[in-house]
């Protein structure tokens, strides 16, 4: 019996849902998951020792091999690409000794590679243990490395100043929050929270639903769902209790517009989740935090006392006795589909983030069965806003289709990278002369799960849930980028973050990166093209979740938007042979085999017949 | 509630909420599946039952009817789409039917036959997949494992409740993992029902193999589709 596991479990009530905490704590204990922890843990638990590693060989955070004194996590974004990165990477493994995915030999520190940790506008980035370094040279990694060898910790040199964790200074010591432009509806001075809700409780949680819908107001997560209407079907559904979870994975490549908010407007955060649960009935809150952002988890725990202090989080809010409600921090621990709202909740009840089966839907069964409403971090500081200001206002802002601002995350070549707010209807072209985007030539609009667009073309495309639907995430490239690489890039980008669970999502996408990959090499031919449009449209339809759904949009509309690309890394076949099969390769040991096989034949004969 | 769908444009009179791979079937349609296990939670995963509802390709194991819906089945495109999803089962693992224990009884095979399929599209991976060996009654030929879920979803210990299959791993490199000690716990029947309800020649049961003669093994006395449709098929 080991003490410190059991007070592990006794402090989480051996409850199973609480797994994703109690092994980051063993995680923190040990550097890895050791085989006896883990059983120890599944005893404690009544599970089997492999139902626990099946929640943590799932995460990538999660080593099941002693991991070194310090874990280094470089960023390898294709934005981190275009910045040195395999100059930083090549200095790393100089400096450590380890090799990427390993341990030096000393056992100080382990590299690895992780996607974007959404800091796209200062790369290359890198989190050792808990805290992040940004805009890495050869030099500045050297300089890390050496103070690391000498035992300063990683804390201590990316925070000199030894500023409380749980400042806002701290984590501005530790990364820049650049908001390049602001307007209407987010970063908002706001001081009088209380009195704010003091109005919604007092217009009553129709009202407030109501308010979300005629202000027309689309979840900012993606899909635009109305979340006046995603409210009022929790609010319906029959449930003894009811949860407000507020989805701060960012996951999507090239986004980082919620790491800005939980930074510069927390409260407003928390507000919108308040809101939401006065609106549904829930009296319990959870934001699932991507492990990437750890080093918020501190400032934003105070930011929720604070609250709580005010009367605003906790038992009797604003005095009230009916409305309790409180909100707790889940960390992830590394898994791009821990963003889909059924995968989160999942990791959220201590499993895989494996997207479930749909219905039901999470407004009607979500977190522990009940119903539950995931919004995303941007929805939930709009809501805020539109409750100060009233539907009518925030109808006035943006286009028919798609009322208000949103926030976009601009990274790549510009000038000045960073956070801007727009109005909804802004054209491709305004966003790119603000940002000081001097050749752009392709834009990578919503990330790799959304489309490709040549700013020829679609420069004067707007904004909006009808033409350019955003995530977030805009990547901007100029004509000296290879655009197939980064098409490569993100294809592998899904074969890494496919949970697995559904056939053509997990086979699927492999076949369609090797396609790019033969292309890029000059062995493809016109039948790849024609398969690759074929077998895309195959995965995109029959997948179960929108990871599936959207992963061959890489090479779909890079193939729409720039089909010259392609066209000129194509080869005509020549005879019977498809230029991909390589005869010489096929036929390579084959003589060695025959020889070897006609010896042993001739040995193995019985001696008479010799 | 009794409800009004189509399949193929034909009406079909079925009860609000059931499922669409039975529905169809209790019309004499059959909708190919290889995860599905009546009477148990739908898995959703081999995307082999793929049709079209309301116009959006869904899986139809996990549609529950609902008064007014259009479903399609037999279109060109579809029955293409459900044998590629065949087809990326085949390719993407080690399956090399005529020596395999569960030949002639396996659902894949089965469904491969039924769907027409000859050759996979895909380029085969000829992965190497460990077996796993180590328990008393029971082995993993995971070269042919498809990863349905059936066992990790379906199969407790009976005592402690705890879960005997589950995963290791994630996205494609993901395998099944056999837990020794609840495996040599479970008693005969529920070793066979393991076996039996692995959809393919992964689960196998130890000492027992290749007893049904060529002819007159499974789905040579009755074809998936006939055992699909029972006495519905057309
Ligand atoms: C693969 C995948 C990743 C996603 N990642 C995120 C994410 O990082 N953040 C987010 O808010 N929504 C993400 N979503 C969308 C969520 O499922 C969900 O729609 C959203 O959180 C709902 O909030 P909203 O209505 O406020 O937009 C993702 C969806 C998928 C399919
Ligand atoms: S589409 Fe991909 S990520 Fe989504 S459930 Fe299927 S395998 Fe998992
Ligand atoms: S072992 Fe059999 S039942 Fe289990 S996941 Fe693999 S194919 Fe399905
Ligand atoms: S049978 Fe429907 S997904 Fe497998």
Not at chain 1, 174 to 193: A, M, N, R, S
Not at chain 1, 232 to 248: D, F, H, Q, S, T
Not at chain 1, 518 to 537: H, K, N, P, T, Y
Not at chain 2, 19 to 47: F, Q, S, W
Request: glycine share 10%; aromatic share 8%; hydrophobic share 35%.
């Amino acid at each position: 019996m080991n003490n410190k596991i059991q007070a592990i479990i006794q402090r989480y009530q051996a409850d199973r849902t609480r797994l994703l905490d109690m092994l980051w704590e063993l995680h923190y204990l040990y550097g890895y998951l050791p085989d006896k922890a883990l059983s120890e843990l599944a005893a404690g638990l009544n599970l089997s020792v492999d139902d626990v590693r099946e929640t943590s060989s799932f995460y990538h955070y999660f080593h099941d091999h002693p991991t070194g004194r310090y874990t280094l996590y470089l960023s390898n974004t294709v934005i981190a690409r275009m910045n040195g990165y395999q100059q930083v990477l090549a200095a790393l493994e100089r400096e450590t000794g380890a090799p990427v995915g390993g341990m030096d030999e000393s056992g100080t520190f382990s590299l690895y590679e992780t996607p974007c940790i959404g800091l796209s506008d200062q790369e290359p980035a890198m989190l050792v243990d808990d805290v992040v370094f940004t805009r890495l040279t050869p030099e500045k990694v050297s300089d890390i490395i050496r103070q690391l060898k000498r035992g300063r910790s990683p804390a201590e040199i990316a925070n000199p100043k030894a500023l409380p964790e749980d400042e806002v200074a701290y984590v501005d010591q530790l990364i820049d929050t650049p908001v390049c432009k602001t307007g209407e509806v987010f970063f908002q001075q706001q001081d009088d929270y209380a009195g704010l809700l003091q109005n919604a409780l007092d217009a009553g949680p129709d009202a407030v639903i109501g308010i979300m819908t005629s202000a027309g107001l689309r979840g900012h997560g993606g899909a635009g769902f109305s979340t006046g209407l995603k409210w009022r079907l929790c609010r319906e559904a029959p449930g003894a209790a009811k949860y407000v979870i507020c989805n701060a994975d960012e996951g999507e490549p090239g986004t980082f517009k919620d790491r800005a908010l939980l930074t510069r407007s927390p409260q407003a955060v928390f507000m919108g989740m308040i809101l939401a649960a006065s609106a549904i009935g829930a009296r319990e809150g959870i934001i699932y935090l991507r492990r990437e952002y750890i080093y918020l988890k501190a400032y934003l725990e105070k930011q929720l006392q604070q609250f709580r202090e005010q009367g605003l989080l906790g038992d009797r809010i604003l005095g009230r006795a009916g409305f309790c409600f409180d909100i707790r921090i889940q960390m992830g621990a590394g898994a791009y589909i821990c963003g889909d709202e059924s995968a989160l909740i999942e990791s959220c009840e201590g499993k895989r983030g494996t997207p479930r089966v749909k219905p039901p839907y999470p407004v009607q069964q979500g977190y522990l069965g009940m119903p539950t409403c995931v919004n995303n971090v941007e929805t939930l500081a709009a809501v805020t806003r539109v409750m100060q200001q009233g539907a009518d206002w925030y109808q006035g802002l943006g286009t028919d289709d798609s009322r208000g601002c949103r926030l976009l995350s601009v990274s790549g070549d510009c000038l000045r990278p960073g956070i801007y707010e727009i109005e909804w209807g802004t054209t491709l072209n305004q966003v790119l002369s603000l940002v000081g985007a001097a050749d752009p030539w392709a834009v990578q609009v919503s990330g790799p799960s959304g489309e490709c667009v040549a700013v020829g073309k679609s420069g004067e495309r707007r904004f909006g849930y009808g033409d350019l639907c955003c995530n977030g995430s805009l990547m901007i490239f100029n004509r000296s980028r290879d655009l197939l690489d980064i098409v490569h890039h993100f294809m592998q980008f899904f074969v890494d973050e496919s949970c697995g669970i559904c056939t053509p999502c997990r086979a699927g996408n492999i076949d369609l990166r090797d396609k790019v990959e033969r292309i890029m090499a000059g062995r493809g031919c016109q039948q790849d093209l024609d398969e690759i449009v074929s077998w895309g449209s195959l995965v995109r339809s029959t997948s179960r979740c929108g990871l599936g759904g959207s992963s061959p949009n890489p090479i779909l509309t890079t193939l729409q938007q720039f089909p010259e690309i392609y066209q000129a890394k194509l080869v005509q076949q020549q005879g019977a042979l498809l230029p991909s099969f390589d005869l010489d390769k096929a036929l390579q040991g084959n003589e060695q085999a025959r020889i070897e096989l006609t010896q042993t034949e001739l040995t193995a004969l019985p001696e008479v017949t010799k | 509630m009794s409800i009004q769908i189509t399949i193929d444009g034909q009406p079909v009179a079925a009860e609000e909420g059931h499922n669409l791979v039975d529905v169809a079937a209790e019309n004499g349609v059959y909708i190919p599946t290889l995860c599905y296990l009546k009477g148990h939670p739908c898995l959703g995963t081999c995307r082999v039952c793929s049709v079209r509802v309301n116009g959006h390709v869904a899986a139809a194991c996990s549609v529950p009817v609902a008064d007014g819906m259009q479903v399609e089945v037999e279109t060109t495109e579809l029955a293409d789409m459900r044998k590629a999803l065949i087809e990326f089962l085949f390719s993407e693992g080690n399956h090399n039917c005529p020596s395999c224990e569960k030949s002639g009884r396996c659902d894949l095979q089965a469904t491969g036959y039924e769907v027409g399929m000859m050759v996979s599209r895909f380029p085969y991976r000829f992965p190497v997949r460990e077996r796993a060996v180590v328990a008393d009654h029971i082995w993993l030929e995971r070269d042919r494992c498809i990863f349905c879920q059936r066992c990790v979803e379906f199969i407790r210990d009976r005592k402690t409740d705890q879960k005997i299959f589950s995963i290791k791993g994630r996205g494609s490199t993901a395998q099944i993992e056999i837990n020794t000690e609840l495996a040599n716990a479970m008693p005969p029947e529920q070793v066979r029902e393991a076996a039996d309800i692995c959809p393919v020649g992964c689960i196998l049961e130890k000492g027992v193999g290749f007893n049904d003669p060529i002819g007159q093994r499974k789905f040579e006395i009755q074809s998936v589709r006939e055992r699909a449709l029972g006495d519905k098929k057309k």
